[in-house]
């Protein structure tokens, strides 16, 4: 399709204010990781819901977060699929400073944790059974106290894998082990390896990377998004003992990311970014996952995911697959659309923030309200309702499904896998319930807890 005649269906199609003449700018370059949560770029793309919006946009793989975080940060990049704590590391200046904000979020769910098969044999007289034979979900990380010593017995290390350390898999992968009595070990402004007292030894494997890794043996398990945790069943290499959706049913994914600046200048060009994408999201979930299918096809080709088709849709179609043959329903493991999945909410950011401090990457305690304002200079529902809103007005979305008269703050939960009570408005207090982590004033002075 030549330019001016994309440029005269968007025009056509669309009546309300983000029309193609009203874009700021319409040539747009969106990086991405190689990750099934990528869909609703992909979608957007392939359904034409960027060219109904005037945009041109080109998609892009990236070889790993920093690689894409310096692409947004320097321009050659006008967006992003983003890691949720990568927008607010940067703006608090954890790592590289710059005022990055989203507007939109990608998804709930969507990750995994995989052992190594030595690991897993070690695992299973640890483990309840079901009637079945079929060990008992969710898995505990109590079950992998015992292998951990005993690799301490046999002077091993026990490393793990995740995909950066402002990621939702370092957090998740760092809350699950906590919850199980392990401790993953410390950040410090002199040491920022996360490693400091921990009995598990996390470090950075870019998400495509994950399965060879593990079967080399440099790791003996990992936290990553699909479809590398299939990928691992699929080999024979590894099994994944648990969801995320089980450490957190339904917890904030991955984010779009854009430039504070960006936004500022070109407020009519990222409306016209958010719609496209919420339209994407809408169809990914449609009619109890209906086009999952179709989805599944696009993310296997080589200029999106690259994987093969049957391991995407292995998490992507309502079921997940632990053992080999063990295939159980997880109907929500991946959401793109429903329970306002795509509201970018401050209680959201917030829990990030938590984990950030919990494990010292930020270095001193804040009041409350601290969180608030960080979270709210980075996430932006402002954008996102009117974006909605327009969609709305013209037909293409129902009202019903958003939720206009939040105050930005998730309802208090207690379905995390420890059932320590989270509510976004008092962050403090969540801090201070863990045993494992920095709590109250504590800070590290030359490795050591203090305070």
Same mark, same amino acid.
């Given at each position: 399709?030549?330019?001016?005649?994309?440029?005269?269906?968007?025009?056509?199609?669309?009546?309300?204010?983000?029309?193609?003449?009203?874009?700021?700018?319409?040539?747009?370059?969106?990086?991405?990781?190689?990750?099934?949560?990528?869909?609703?770029?992909?979608?957007?793309?392939?359904?034409?819901?960027?060219?109904?919006?005037?945009?041109?946009?080109?998609?892009?793989?990236?070889?790993?977060?920093?690689?894409?975080?310096?692409?947004?940060?320097?321009?050659?990049?006008?967006?992003?699929?983003?890691?949720?704590?990568?927008?607010?590391?940067?703006?608090?200046?954890? &790592?590289?400073?710059?005022?990055?904000?989203?507007?939109?979020?990608?998804?709930?769910?969507?990750?995994?944790?995989?052992?190594?098969?030595?690991?897993?044999?070690?695992?299973?007289?640890?483990?309840?059974?079901?009637?079945?034979?079929?060990?008992?979900?969710?898995?505990?990380?109590?079950?992998?106290?015992?292998?951990?010593?005993?690799?301490?017995?046999?002077?091993?290390?026990?490393?793990?894998?995740?995909?950066?350390?402002?990621?939702?898999?370092?957090?998740?992968?760092?809350?699950?082990?906590?919850? &199980?009595?392990?401790?993953?070990?410390?950040?410090?402004?002199?040491?920022?390896?996360?490693?400091?007292?921990?009995?598990?030894?996390?470090?950075?494997?870019?998400?495509?990377?994950?399965?060879?890794?593990?079967?080399?043996?440099?790791?003996?398990?990992?936290?990553?998004?699909?479809?590398?945790?299939?990928?691992?069943?699929?080999? &024979?290499?590894?099994?994944?003992?648990?969801?995320?959706?089980?450490?957190?049913?339904?917890?904030?994914?991955?984010?779009?990311?854009?430039?504070?600046?960006?936004?500022?200048?070109?407020?009519?060009?990222?409306?016209?970014?958010?719609?496209?994408?919420?339209?994407?999201?809408?169809?990914?979930?449609?009619?109890?996952?209906?086009?999952?299918?179709?989805?599944?096809?696009?993310?296997?080709?080589?200029?999106?995911?690259?994987?093969?088709?049957?391991?995407?849709?292995?998490?992507?179609?309502?079921?997940?697959?632990?053992?080999?043959?063990?295939?159980?329903?997880?109907?929500?493991?991946?959401?793109?659309?429903?329970?306002?999945?795509?509201?970018?909410?401050?209680?959201?950011?917030?829990?990030?923030?938590?984990?950030?401090?919990?494990? &010292?990457?930020?270095?001193?305690?804040?009041?409350?309200?601290?969180?608030?304002?960080?979270?709210?200079?980075?996430?932006?529902?402002?954008?996102?309702?009117?974006?909605?809103?327009?969609?709305?007005?013209?037909?293409?979305?129902?009202?019903?499904?958003?939720?206009?008269?939040?105050?930005?703050?998730?309802?208090?939960?207690?379905?995390?896998?420890?059932?320590?009570?989270?509510?976004?408005?008092?962050?403090?207090?969540?801090?201070?319930?863990?045993?494992?982590?920095?709590?109250?004033?504590?800070?590290?002075?030359?490795?050591?807890?203090?305070?």
């Amino acid at each position: 399709m030549n330019r001016l005649f994309a440029a005269l269906i968007a025009t056509t199609a669309l009546t309300g204010t983000a029309c193609a003449q009203d874009l700021e700018i319409d040539e747009l370059t969106f990086g991405f990781i190689k990750l099934t949560d990528m869909a609703p770029l992909a979608i957007a793309y392939e359904r034409g819901y960027f060219e109904d919006e005037g945009l041109y946009v080109t998609l892009e793989a990236q070889a790993n977060w920093r690689v894409l975080l310096d692409g947004v940060i320097s321009g050659t990049l006008q967006g992003a699929h983003m890691l949720a704590g990568q927008p607010l590391a940067a703006t608090i200046g954890y &790592g590289t400073e710059a005022h990055i904000v989203t507007p939109f979020s990608m998804d709930l769910n969507g990750n995994g944790i995989t052992v190594s098969n030595e690991v897993w044999e070690m695992m299973l007289p640890s483990l309840p059974l079901m009637e079945n034979g079929l060990p008992q979900h969710p898995i505990s990380a109590s079950a992998l106290v015992p292998v951990v010593e005993a690799f301490r017995d046999q002077g091993r290390r026990f490393d793990m894998g995740m995909v950066y350390p402002v990621s939702t898999h370092n957090y998740e992968l760092r809350y699950w082990l906590a919850a &199980g009595g392990l401790n993953p070990g410390l950040y410090s402004p002199e040491d920022s390896s996360g490693q400091i007292g921990a009995d598990v030894f996390l470090s950075v494997t870019p998400p495509p990377q994950m399965p060879a890794t593990l079967e080399a043996g440099t790791i003996s398990g990992y936290c990553v998004g699909e479809p590398w945790n299939q990928a691992a069943v699929q080999r &024979g290499i590894g099994v994944p003992v648990i969801t995320d959706y089980e450490i957190w049913p339904n917890n904030p994914e991955k984010v779009f990311g854009l430039r504070a600046d960006f936004v500022e200048d070109y407020p009519n060009t990222t409306r016209a970014i958010v719609r496209a994408l919420i339209r994407a999201a809408i169809w990914l979930d449609a009619d109890d996952n209906a086009n999952r299918m179709e989805a599944v096809e696009i993310l296997s080709r080589p200029t999106y995911v690259g994987a093969d088709a049957a391991v995407i849709a292995a998490s992507m179609t309502g079921t997940f697959e632990y053992a080999p043959g063990d295939v159980r329903d997880v109907p929500d493991f991946n959401v793109f659309f429903r329970y306002n999945a795509t509201y970018p909410y401050y209680s959201d950011a917030i829990w990030y923030l938590t984990q950030m401090r919990r494990w &010292g990457q930020i270095a001193e305690a804040h009041p409350d309200q601290w969180y608030t304002d960080v979270a709210a200079s980075v996430y932006r529902p402002d954008i996102y309702l009117d974006a909605a809103r327009s969609l709305v007005d013209e037909g293409l979305a129902n009202a019903a499904d958003f939720p206009w008269d939040t105050d930005g703050f998730r309802e208090p939960v207690n379905t995390l896998i420890d059932a320590v009570p989270y509510d976004g408005r008092t962050p403090n207090a969540y801090i201070d319930s863990f045993s494992i982590g920095l709590t109250g004033e504590q800070q590290l002075v030359d490795g050591a807890v203090q305070g």
